[in-house]
């Protein structure tokens, strides 16, 4: 695609940005998902919804979160000051409760009882469990069998919030099984059950809606940098699962043609087809990330050379997945967003740094963007700033890291 310049980012009234996104679902869902595209956009023009939102991301969740400026982690890269976006003090500990509120004003604007989602690591599991508590809203969470296994905790989690977690065990029994088994329950019960999407990705309306719940953090962003420089940052940093935290961040520069976006996926162990999360890495004879429908939308997907949708591997869960959100791949083909990756090697590295500089565990999701940003540092004049999105804590991590020292 000819690159241009995009001053701002809004898909049509189909959910398209460009040739990305839509609405690739069974007819039954077509209904439902138009239903919620109304509300939403109702909701969206309703600023009672807005102040009621609002005061719950504030009062419920602690927003707004601090842009700190991480002084000795910029000494120690010795180049541009890096900030962070502390989305990790949140309460759950991550930015997914932005969305999870947003998406339970939506449920109960539309007098739904009982609210589905799908999770992999669990986060968005917990934040979805989390809200339902808060609204007394029924709540069933899928998560696949090998999931469960992995992040018992997590499950643990849910049904003390009074989730009820429903363990898939179908294909390789992990999120992409979930997803499918969520959208199964949502066709059989839609009269009476919302859907609550957890990143920026599925049919229209959920990328747009998610990006609308997030953007939050870009919108605090802007400003805190402003009064604590004086000039917009040259770049903003933040790692990219199906891409909610990245794109909440972005949003509100994506007309500050001077300010690069910067999105880091999950380079893995290796560069070849089941070892990494990187969707837009261009596709090897092997296979790679390419242009195609997983889940209701058409985005960048990994795919084997016989178009089969290929596994992932991550050290981080919340990375591991082979699709990525549609707006993603709109600004990856316009070149307005850049897309790098971390290995685990490199995510570890991150951990420990940040730990140890600043103080911060952060999530082993966020940890992929800390040594990228360290070399962008580099390359840039000292009074020039970053933001990084800490997209989350890293209690959840520190076993697994343990376990993997010790081997
Ligand atoms: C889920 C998660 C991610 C990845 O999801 P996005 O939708 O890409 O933001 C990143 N960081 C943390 C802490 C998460 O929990």
């Not at 600043?358 to 840039?380: D, F, K, N, V």
């Amino acid at each position: 695609m000819q690159k241009s310049r995009i001053t701002r980012s809004e898909p049509d009234e189909h959910g398209h940005w460009g040739k990305f996104g839509g609405r690739y679902v069974p007819e039954t869902l077509v209904a439902p998902l138009e239903e919620l595209t109304k509300e939403f956009m109702r909701a969206r023009e309703d600023t009672k919804f807005w102040r009621e939102l609002n005061q719950l991301l504030r009062d419920y969740a602690g927003r707004p979160t601090p842009l700190f400026h991480a002084q000795r982690l910029t000494a120690h890269a010795g180049g541009a000051q890096i900030y962070f976006k502390r989305e990790d003090l949140l309460h759950t500990g991550a930015h997914k409760i932005n969305n999870a509120l947003g998406q339970a004003l939506l449920a109960r604007r539309m007098q739904k009882q009982r609210v589905i989602a799908e999770t992999g690591a669990g986060q968005h599991g917990v934040a979805t469990a989390t809200v339902c508590a808060l609204f007394g809203l029924r709540c069933v969470i899928y998560m696949g069998a090998e999931d469960v296994r992995r992040q018992a905790l997590n499950v643990f989690r849910m049904r003390l919030l009074g989730a009820e977690v429903v363990t898939v065990n179908a294909g390789a029994r992990t999120l992409k099984d979930a997803i499918n088994e969520a959208l199964r329950d949502w066709v059989t019960n839609v009269h009476d059950t919302y859907y609550l999407l957890g990143s920026a990705l599925g049919p229209h309306p959920y990328p747009l809606i998610v990006r609308e719940f997030q953007s939050v953090i870009g919108r605090e962003a802007r400003e805190q940098i402003l009064s604590a420089s004086g000039r917009l940052p040259r770049a903003l940093i933040a790692c990219v699962g199906g891409g909610s935290n990245s794109i909440g961040l972005f949003h509100t520069f994506i007309g500050d043609e001077q300010v690069r976006l910067i999105g880091v996926e999950a380079g893995g162990r290796g560069d070849l087809l089941g070892e990494h999360a990187t969707r837009f890495h261009s596709s090897a004879a092997s296979g790679g990330g390419r242009v195609g429908v997983l889940q209701g939308t058409m985005s960048y997907v990994l795919q084997d050379a016989n178009g089969q949708i290929a596994t992932t591997h991550s050290v981080s869960a919340g990375l591991d997945y082979s699709a990525i959100g549609p707006e993603h791949a709109f600004l990856h083909d316009t070149g307005r967003a850049e897309y790098i990756s971390a290995s685990d090697a490199e995510a570890l590295e991150g951990f420990e740094l940040c730990a140890k500089l600043e103080g911060i565990i952060p999530a082993l999701e966020t940890s992929h963007a800390i040594m990228p940003a360290i070399r962008l540092t580099r390359e840039l004049p000292k009074d020039d700033a970053i933001i990084l999105n800490l997209s989350g804590r890293g209690d959840k991590d520190v076993q697994l890291v343990a376990d993997l020292q010790r081997r």
